[in-house]
Every structure is written in structure tokens, then in C-alpha cells.
């Protein structure tokens, strides 16, 4: 089995290893993709007890890449580590895959939102010689204050405006795939570019139907427009893939979807409701950003890093 431990200042250690029979989240295996030769997890320990995690799949064109299945598969801290620490734990980390003769690193880090150590993290991936590959901007809402005091102040006028415009929502678990095809026929209408893995996503909704949840407005009984979340995390809820019918023009319809979304978000008593990026084909669409504006207090961008080993 591969692995690779080094001990450090002040009581931290490294390790890197195989993910096999480790104990760690599965909801983050199930992201692995399927042509990875080497599935591993870095580590840093203080004292024995975890502090930091970042999984690493490296590919048959020994490519590195923190989970390129996942929305995010940065550096994922349990408390706040110091820079030193962490600036020696990216040289670990590049010198561990270099003995394996990985020839690139791709880490998508999440963004501020999940961790008040991930621009830190950035910073020094940056000096360690990472260049920037990506960058998208996602639009949050922090706090389930925040949250409670949206749908104090807004649900019931809304839920009210939807019954006297013939309007219903449902949401709850996923029990049958048929809203994916409204999405992918809508989008294309659109002419936007739909990059979901579907069959992927089946397989990740199967085993984890708790995880996952869709909200689907009708008008008149037919079905207007959905999105796809999933609680990424025991403390947020990540909305990431949706569409309305553009033949749909009624602005109510929005309207709905962002308030069973923050009213979804409180039911699951999150504190992070992350609303993702707003792109048209690689490009901003401002008419979204200004949407999603109306709702979230934060904007956090999310960056693909990339050094050549």
C-alpha cells in the first residue's frame, strides 16, 4: 500500500496514503472517478488527532486532481492551522506525488464560505508555484439567522401570490430521474452547455438518496421549472443544477424556486446555503448574478490550481 509520512513543527505530522479500508467520508469516494489508477488521501495530524484532509486522484495519464468529480475537493480543515503548517504541507504533498511520478496537480478549492482557512490556502498554493486555471464566483447566504429571517419576512406573501396564480412547489427526496430530461431539453433551448454527468449523478443519488433533493414548480399542473441539491456537507446545501422553461415567463416562477430552496435549506437546518456559479457557456450571466443577488449576501470564488510537477 502507498504511503508516505513526515513529522513536522509543533506537534503535526503528514501522511499520504491509498483510500481503501481507511475510515473517512464515502460520500467522497463515490466521486472518485472511474479511471483513476491511485485513489489518496493527505492528511495533517496534530497530536494524532485530524485537523485536515484533502483527497488526490491520480489518472492513467498520471494526472493528478483533488476529486475532479466533486463540486470542491480542496483542503478541508477541522480548525485553524498555521501557515507554516500548511505551507509545509503542500511541499508534502508535491514531493509525495512526485515519488509517484504524477506529472501535473489540478486542486479546486472551495470557496471562503466552507472554511475560513480556504484563501489562506490559496495564498500559499499560489507562492508554492500554482498557477490559476479557473476561477468561478458563487453567491451564498450565511447563517441560519440570515436564512430563518428571509422566509419570515417573504414565504407566506409569496406562498399566498403562488395560490391565487395557479402555482404549486413540491420538494423532497428524489424518486424518479424524468425532471433530468425537462432540464437538458430546456437548457438546450436555451443553448447552454450542459456539462452533468448524468449517469454519474443516478448512480450518486442511489446510493445516497438522503443527500439529495429536487424542487419542482407547476403552473397549471404542468411542470415549469427544477432544481437539483444536494447537502453537500452535515452544515450546507449546495444548489447546482436547474432550469426553468424558457417558455415561461412569469417572474413568480423564480421567485418560487428561491424561496422553497432558502425554506428547504431551513428544514435541513444548514447554515451555508450555497447557490453555485452563474455562467452561460464559460461566461458570466449577469442577469443571474443580479437574480441570486436579491437572495444571498456573499459572493466567494471558488479556484482551479494547477502546477506542473
Same mark, same amino acid.
Given at each position: 500500500?502507498?504511503? %508516505? ?17 481507511? +475510515?473517512?467520508?464515502? $460520500?467522497? !469516494? ?14 495533517i495530524r496534530?497530536?494524532? @488527532?485530524?485537523?485536515?484532509?484533502? %483527497? ?6 498520471? $494526472? ?34 512526485? !515519488? ?8 479546486? +478549492? ?14 500559499l498554493?499560489?507562492k ?14 450565511c ?30 427526496? &428524489?424518486?424518479?430521474?424524468? $425532471? ?21 449523478? &443516478? +448512480? @450518486? ?9 429536487v ?27 436547474s432550469? &426553468? ?6 417572474r413568480?416562477?423564480? !421567485? ?11 428544514? !435541513? ?19 443571474l ?21
Open positions: 500500500m502507498t504511503k %508516505f509520512e513526515k513529522n513536522s513543527l509543533e506537534h503535526y505530522s503528514f501522511t499520504m496514503s491509498e483510500v481503501r479500508d481507511e +475510515q473517512h467520508d464515502y $460520500f467522497l !469516494q463515490e466521486f472518485k472517478p472511474n479511471g483513476a489508477k491511485l485513489f489518496l488521501v493527505g492528511r496534530k497530536k494524532d @488527532q485530524e485537523k485536515a484532509s484533502l %483527497f488526490i486522484s491520480i489518472d492513467e495519464n498520471d $494526472f493528478a486532481h483533488s476529486l475532479p468529480n466533486l463540486p470542491f475537493g480542496g483542503l478541508w480543515t477541522q480548525e485553524s492551522i498555521p501557515s507554516d503548517i500548511l505551507d509545509e504541507f503542500i511541499s508534502f504533498l508535491l514531493d509525495s506525488l512526485t !515519488q509517484l511520478q504524477a506529472k501535473k496537480i489540478a486542486i479546486t +478549492q472551495a470557496p471562503a464560505a466552507y472554511g475560513n482557512q480556504a484563501d489562506l490556502f490559496s495564498y498554493l499560489f508554492s508555484g500554482f498557477g490559476l486555471e479557473n476561477l468561478l464566483n458563487h453567491q451564498v447566504v447563517g441560519k439567522k440570515r436564512i430563518k429571517k428571509w422566509l419570515t419576512q417573504n414565504f407566506n406573501k409569496l406562498h399566498k401570490k403562488a395560490k391565487e396564480n395557479k402555482f404549486n412547489v413540491t420538494t423532497g427526496n &428524489i424518486q424518479s430521474f424524468t $425532471f433530468l430530461e425537462e432540464i437538458a431539453a430546456w437548457k438546450d433551448d436555451r443553448g447552454h452547455k450542459q456539462p452533468l454527468d448524468e449517469n454519474r449523478l &443516478i +448512480q @450518486q443519488v442511489s446510493t445516497y438518496p438522503e443527500r439529495y433533493f424542487i419542482t414548480v407547476l403552473h397549471n399542473g404542468t411542470a415549469v421549472a427544477h432544481a437539483l441539491t444536494v447537502k453537500l456537507t452535515g452544515e450546507s446545501l449546495y444548489y447546482f443544477y432550469a &426553468i422553461n424558457p417558455k415561461n415567463q412569469l413568480l416562477t423564480g !421567485q418560487l424556486m428561491m424561496a422553497y430552496l432558502l425554506k428547504l435549506a431551513a428544514e !435541513q437546518k444548514v447554515s451555508l446555503l450555497d447557490l453555485g456559479s452563474s455562467e452561460s457557456n464559460d461566461e458570466p450571466n449577469h442577469k448574478i443580479y437574480f441570486k443577488n436579491k437572495y444571498t449576501d456573499a459572493f466567494c470564488n471558488k479556484p482551479t490550481w494547477v502546477k506542473v510537477l
